[in-house]
């Protein structure tokens, strides 16, 4: 790729780094409202949640550090919904459908344009991971074969119409949950952090001009394209090719391949998932836009820590999954794991590949799960829906170890702190510790996945949607893989991909995997 030092921007350093960050603060004021008013303890103790802003034609202009697989995936389909709507001052449109621009159902994400002078300017978004979105087991991540299992499908649709609730969508959304109460905090919560995101970036463009605004953009973009190229420029010309597994599918089928050719070429960088497996009865199947948000992830994080989140940042960097296949499922496929488990094996394909053209920069495997558990009760009267993702081992590198009990890749969220989880539930946390030794061995040590035990105080139901059960955290350059992960309940060792239904005083322990090692023990550098 040929490197410009043609200055094509109009703004000079420290106006566009002024303007950058006003665009950052505005999607970190969107993220506070949002988790200062969700009811819910997965908004507003986990986070789970992310803003962004994006410019008239669906272009991501800017976006807060929240959960890289929300951006990457909103920043890959938003053209495609800006497109599909007629937009007015005072609208605001919600969805979750995987295959019209979300990523799986729990994710429900609302858009508001934005006007100055009756003229559309942009537009700002969040997404926040629902606990209910209707599915019939507690927590709304089910170990599915469709899409409809998982909960309301709601394709782009009006939930504000100048200003105006629409309540037939209201209702409808509200009436598919067990706790009406809390979706729709939950929901008037993103509400609210989309109406500061307008009001905000009507301050922005009006305090500028419309026209100097335009021109930030531009020169945003510019600099943000400038700065990938620097960083892809670092990258060898040639064909980088590796392959991993997905355990399974929680239907049955086994050891799913998923295969990656990353090319790399004066014209930028073209990422091919050929010869991956087709998609799957089970839910670990994915939207294009899902795998988008991974690679778009591993690319990034090459870049410098100032290269700001827009568009120009992505430019050159081009993705291609058969129709059909596994990461690039079609309708009805079920996709709650996707967003979750898949996504993060994304991420460890194309660093794997990486790795070859970078060797001593790319780190071995993270533990390679979200780790992801569901539980609750649907009987009537007694009804709750929990969700958690738990961290594990980061993979070593070069410069160093990989941290221990931490969530690496995709996803960002905290933990629920244990006091406001048995505050809410009837759970007791019996332990929460660093799983020791199971990180990888080598020159760098893996980090330590980390265990965490529920004792139930009634009867309830979970879902476990986990991975590297079976396929550990590879290493890199003669370094160990990391342990593999474990499901206990009582003495009983479960699937990764499992439905039960457990009796009060029973206790459920989950052992996340560790992250790879990097360099052969003993091997002099």
Known sequence: MKLENRQ????????LSLFASRMDALCDDMGMVLRNTAFSPNIRDRLDYSCAVF???????AQAAHIPVHLGSMAFAMRGIVERMAWREGDQVILNDPFLGGTHLPDVTLIAPVFVADELQGFVVNRAHHADIGADTPGSMPVSSRLEEEGLVVEPVHLMRQGHLVESVWMRILGATRSPRTAEGDISAQLSANRTGVRRLQAIVAGQGREQYQQGLAALNAYGQRMARSAL???PHGEYRFKDFLDDDGQGHEDLLLKVCVKVNDQGV???FSGSAAQV???VNCPLSVTAAGVYYVFRCLMPPQTPACAGAFHDISLHAPEGCLLNARPPAAVAAGNVETSTRVVDLVMGALAQALPGEIPAASHGSMNNLAMGSARRGEGWDYYETMGGGMGAGPQGGGLSAVQTHMTNTLNTPVEVLEQQYPLRVRRYAIRRNSGGKGQMCGGHGLVREFEFLQDAEISLLTERRRHRPWGLDGGEAGAAG????NSEILPGKCHRRVRKGDRLCIETPGGGGWGRTGRKY
Not at 8 to 15: E, G, M, P, Q, V
Not at 55 to 61: N, S
């Open 8 to 15: 094509t921007d109009s703004l000079d350093a420290l106006a």
């Open 55 to 61: 410019d008239a034609r669906g272009e991501l202009c």
């Open 233 to 235: 420029a670092r990258i």
């Open 270 to 272: 073209h990422v091919d």
């Open 281 to 283: 009865q089970g839910n």
């Open 486 to 489: 474990v499901n206990r309940l």
